[in-house]
């Protein structure tokens, strides 16, 4: 599913990642653990394609990356360390935003999204702006918008930060439903 050849990213002089290597199959939850500074952020960024490696492969589900970027991104939910909504949008409304960027059939969004909503527990809220949201509560709805694809390889950057405990599991138990059907899961985490 996602297969890193001699990645290796640098800035300037500074190497954040340097030469890794790695492999996750189908049905894996890999963490990918280390201290801040180590290079997991960088290393996610450059999977999801928001930088480019100074050199080497990234491979998801047989796509490169760099040379097909958009099959590639197509397979991927992304939910970053610091959660980023537009603050005047709903969270539904935000939803339909995100499932409209990858061409979710209008029906299935809505029923899709009505699941996510039921499965995560944000139905209290999913209609205030997000701008009142607790980072918690973004970090859920960011968390939803990456589910709606049904994406084959989830990449996760510390998913706990800002979640109360019960959250926290609910999140755990919906990225391991997510490993045993089938999709890799992909998380990074000092914990």
């Known amino acids: 599913m996602l297969e890193l050849i001699n990645i290796t990213k640098k800035f300037g002089s ?7 290597n790695l492999k996750v199959n189908a049905g894996d939850f890999f963490g990918f653990l280390g201290q801040n500074g180590a290079g997991k952020t960088t290393t996610i960024k450059m999977i999801s394609g928001l930088y480019t490696a100074t050199s080497g492969q990234i491979i998801i589900d ?7 970027p958009i099959k590639a991104k197509t397979l991927i939910g992304y939910i970053p ?4 909504i537009y603050e005047k ?6 939803l339909f935003f995100s499932g409209g ?9 809505r029923t899709k999204i009505d699941e996510t909503i039921e ?4 139905g209290d809220w999913i209609d205030k702006r997000t701008e009142e949201y607790s980072q918690g509560m973004k970090q859920r709805i960011t968390i939803a918008s990456a589910l709606l694809h049904d994406p084959k390889l989830l990449i996760v950057d510390e998913p706990m930060v800002g979640l109360d405990p019960q959250s926290a599991l609910i ?11 089938g999709s890799a899961v992909f998380m990074s985490t000092q914990v």
């Open 89 to 94: 949008l709903t969270g539904r409304e935000f």
């Open 14 to 20: 500074f190497t954040a990642v340097d030469n890794l």
């Open 101 to 109: 960027l990858y061409s979710i059939e209008k029906n299935k969004l």
């Open 62 to 68: 047989g796509n490169d990356i760099v040379k097909e």
């Open 171 to 181: 999140v755990k138990n919906v990225l391991r439903e997510k490993a045993n059907n």
């Open 119 to 122: 499965t995560l527990q944000i």
């Open 81 to 84: 360390d610091q959660p980023f």
